[in-house]
């Protein structure tokens, strides 16, 4: 009976993490790792439970493929890399909560839901918030010019950690945890050591001739935004 409990708790606790690595991978790219599942439940890696046996479809697969792709394409695009941050960023919390759920085992629809929005919705709000830190810091740096770099970074780790996930959910879920750990703990002390980036203006209009035009009350002083 032990033995029973044990395995059955063992595989609650990989089908948590397996949830929370895709959760934290739809915070770099929402539709990535909707993808990998649906490709991992098409050729029958995972099965997934009645109630999302819609995953499982080619349409599905193709659906998740086209948004990928559309994704993957509007973070390379100047201004709109941020209006895609504005609303992926609830769609992010949104996917993460949905693969949660449809991960943990069949159970008390309440429990399955509360712990899919806290540790799903929750890890994946978490990440994308940090991407979007990261991304306004590399736009008061940078005037975006390096945000393709951060995009890239961002698609990489999406499709690392949503395969890591599928393949090896244990690994996976403890690199995730200490990932983010360690992420929080950098972005906090950064802005920390440089307090003029916690509140650099976006793109702006100068009142003088500043180089770069973006955040130009930080990086060149003597100019003011409009």
């Known amino acids: 009976m032990t033995s029973i409990f044990s395995n059955l708790d063992w595989e609650i606790l990989l089908d948590l993490l397996l949830g929370i690595s895709l959760s934290a991978a739809s915070g770099f790219r929402v539709f990535i790792p909707l993808l990998v599942m649906s490709v991992a439940a098409v ?39 941020h209006f895609l941050d504005i609303i992926l960023t609830p769609a992010a919390i949104v996917a993460g ?29 978490l990440t994308k918030g940090m991407t979007n830190i990261v991304r306004a810091i590399s736009l008061a740096i940078s005037a975006g010019l390096t945000n393709p770099v951060v995009a890239t970074i961002e698609l990489v780790l999406a ?32 802005l920390v050591q440089n307090p003029s980036l916690a509140n650099a203006p976006g793109p702006c209009q100068c009142m003088n001739r500043c180089n770069p035009p973006a955040c130009c009350t930080m990086l060149s002083p003597g100019c003011r935004c409009r």
């Not at 909560?97 to 709000?125: K, Y």
């Not at 959910?169 to 992420?183: C, E, K, M, S």
Request: cysteine-free.
């Open 43 to 81: 050729i029958g890696h995972i099965d997934l439970p009645p109630d999302f046996d819609w995953i499982e479809t080619n349409q599905a697969l193709l659906v998740f493929a086209i948004a990928s792709a559309a994704e993957i394409a509007g973070y390379y695009i100047p201004f709109v890399d």
């Open 97 to 125: 909560t949905l693969i949660t759920a449809s991960i943990l085992p069949d159970t008390n629809p309440l429990l399955q839901w509360t712990i899919a929005v806290i540790a799903g919705g929750g890890t994946a709000g």
């Open 159 to 190: 499709i690392t950690i949503a395969v890591l996930a599928i393949t090896v959910p244990l690994l996976a879920g403890i690199l995730v945890i200490v990932g983010l750990l360690l992420a929080a703990r950098r972005i906090r002390k950064f």
